[in-house]
């Protein structure tokens, strides 16, 4: 074959030159190009097919269940039929991707038999963890969903795990709420326990002075105090005026410390109401749970392989044959042309 490969004055290579090039090696372009098809499709039909199921949800934004039902409207910080919010997306993330969830994911499918991974391995772990990498993804969509793809080559274990994910992650997150709900709860009802102490021994304070004639210091002052005027008034009965003087003295010796009781136990039991009301809604977010996700797309068994796809490989691999083919016949010109 006659070379005719040639340079332009600056040493660079034409887009005409490279036309040229191609088609005085066409016919071995056109072979090479067979053979890349031929051997693509040939590996592509011994790599083993693999099916996706794919599950898409918003996750909720109440993280307490009290909060989100049980308190004012216009108190409230969040609405338990809210989604689409990007912090709650980032958390759902953040959990989908955590150990919890990948530890009871390979517990719960048996992923080390499944995967044919020799659990007496060394490096049994990693072989694990690169299959989980391959076969599991999490990515947030444009409308702040979370979309769930899980790759296997059964396609009715692959919509399995894609759905069973779902109730991984529900699980989970009502766990972590917990870790924080059951000790919020144990310090709540200490506080109300304490409190309902305090007004009891205020009560008891309160019945003793009962025991010394003390039961309503502002009623008794008043009838006490108008009894007297009227003998005095009357100037009779002096024998009464001195009894009703004594019963006097002894209700301003106690009435002090009557007023301030009563006074102390208004106040704390508006404290104890309040606490009682807290206890009630710690108590709701301890024994009752709420669903955590949306689910807006579940997995179904799919029908088709999703990998490999044979089509992308013979393409890229006829692709990458012409361009390197093309590389060597041009090399091959020019050392044949200086030589």
């Known amino acids: ?33 067979i053979a890349a098809v031929v051997i693509s499709s040939a590996a592509s039909f011994m790599i083993t097919p693999k099916y996706k199921s ?26 338990a039929l809210e989604f689409g919010a990007e912090e709650e997306a980032e958390k759902a993330l953040q959990i989908l991707q955590s150990s919890k969830l990948t530890e009871r994911l390979v517990r719960n499918y048996n992923l080390m038999e ?26 947030r969509t444009r409308y702040l969903s979370i979309r769930v793809d899980v790759l296997d080559e059964d396609p009715k274990m692959a919509a ?15 766990e972590i709420q917990l870790e924080v709900a059951i000790p919020a709860l144990e310090i709540v009802k200490r506080q109300m326990q304490a409190k309902q102490n305090e007004v009891d021994n205020i009560k008891a304070e309160m019945y003793k002075l009962g025991l010394e004639g003390v039961t309503n210091y502002e009623e008794q002052s008043r009838a006490l105090s108008e009894e007297i005027y009227k003998l005095s008034a009357k100037g009779t009965d002096p024998a ?50 709420l669903n955590n996700k949306f ?16 089509k ?19 090399l091959y010109e020019r050392i044949k042309l200086k030589r």
Do not use: C
């Open 114 to 139: 499944h995967y044919k991974i020799n659990p007496k391995s060394n490096l049994r772990k990693t072989k694990l963890a690169n299959k989980i990498g391959a076969n599991f993804s999490f990515s």
């Open 54 to 79: 794919t599950v898409i949800f918003y996750p909720t934004t109440n993280n307490s269940i009290s909060n989100a039902l049980l308190t004012d409207l216009n108190q409230r910080q969040k609405d």
């Open 240 to 289: 009464r005026l001195t009894e009703l003087l004594e019963q006097q003295k002894k209700l301003s010796q106690f009435g002090g410390q009557f007023v301030a009781l009563k006074e102390t136990l208004e106040l704390e039991l508006d404290k104890l109401s309040d606490l009682k009301a807290k206890f009630e809604r710690a108590e709701v977010d301890v024994k009752e749970t």
């Open 1 to 33: 074959m006659q070379n005719k490969f040639e340079e332009t004055g600056n040493g660079l290579i034409t887009f005409k030159d490279v036309t040229a090039l191609v088609i005085r090696w066409k016919k071995h372009l056109i072979i090479l190009g």
């Open 160 to 174: 399995k795990m894609a759905n069973g994910i779902l109730d991984l992650y529900d699980s989970i997150k009502n």
């Open 312 to 330: 992308l490989i013979v393409l890229i691999s006829l692709l990458t044959t012409w361009f390197f083919a093309t590389i060597f016949f041009a």
């Open 295 to 310: 689910t807006v797309s579940g997995a179904d068994v799919a029908e088709q392989r999703a990998y490999p796809v044979r």
